[in-house]
T-cell receptor, first 113, second 112 residues
Framework: EAEVAQSPRYKITEKSQAVAFWCDPISGHATLYWYRQILGQGPELLVQ????????DSQLPKDRFSAERLKGVDSTLKIQPAELGDSAMYLC???????????FGPGTRLLVL | QQQVKQSPQSLIVQKGGISIINCAYENTAFDYFPWYQQFPGKGPALLIAIRPDVSEKKEGRFTISFNKSAKQFSLHIMDSQPGDSATYFC???????????FGPGTRLSVLP
């Protein structure tokens, strides 16, 4: 069964450092999402791509976060500089053009010290 | 108006019992309501979903009940099993947007 791949699974970094997360969506899925999930809460959308174009990044803190999907396949989410409040699970999901069914990856758990 | 409220925050049920989780929304533009199951350390996985043109959908032990007039929907897990212990999220999708709005989650524990 096809799955969304994410790496790393865990990341510990110090405040003010840069971190990057990678996501490889299910083959053929044109839509890719990055979510942030704070412990004990539901996922919150950070950015959505349709192929290589950003569809929605209204909730992305653009002063420190950036995301790209250069060839419309895999994607990278970057945080620079990381802050203590960025500690969370970062989830990637992908879907066909109809977003009704999103498939989530296992996530990257970030801890900022 | 984009918020989805979910209750209870946590739920403990005996094996074989019925687990019920409730969600409510305000935005009448929402037209797709999925439930996700998430185990610790894993991403959410789609469990079951419903559109507002039906009042109930059943898949195995899982049933969604939908009340359009009350703007509420609920997940019922029949014959709950210890393997059902997970966090459950309701969500809603609005057709002019391309993203889901998730509820805050319910942590279910099924005791053996």
């Amino acid at each position: 069964e096809a799955e969304v791949a994410q790496s790393p699974r865990y990341k510990i970094t110090e405040k003010s450092q840069a971190v990057a997360f990678w996501c490889d969506p299910i083959s053929g899925h044109a839509t890719l999402y990055w979510y942030r999930q704070i412990l004990g809460q539901g996922p919150e959308l950070l950015v959505q791509f349709q192929d290589e174009s950003v569809v929605d990044d209204s909730q992305l803190p653009k002063d420190r976060f950036s995301a790209e999907r250069l060839k419309g396949v895999d994607s990278t989410l970057k945080i620079q500089p990381a802050e203590l409040g960025d500690s969370a699970m970062y989830l990637c999901a992908s879907s066909l053009p109809s977003p009704e069914t999103q498939y989530f990856g296992p996530g990257t758990r970030l801890l900022v010290l | 108006q984009q918020q989805v409220k979910q209750s209870p925050q946590s739920l403990i049920v005996q094996k074989g019992g019925i687990s019920i989780i409730n969600c409510a929304y305000e935005n009448t533009a929402f037209d797709y309501f999925p439930w996700y199951q998430q185990f610790p350390g894993k991403g959410p996985a789609l469990l079951i979903a419903i559109r507002p043109d039906v009042s109930e959908k059943k898949e195995g032990r899982f049933t969604i009940s939908f009340n359009k007039s009350a703007k509420q929907f609920s997940l019922h897990i029949m014959d709950s099993q210890p393997g059902d212990s997970a966090t459950y999220f309701c969500a809603a999708w609005y057709n002019y947007g391309q993203n889901f709005v998730f509820g805050p989650g319910t942590r279910l524990s099924v005791l053996p």
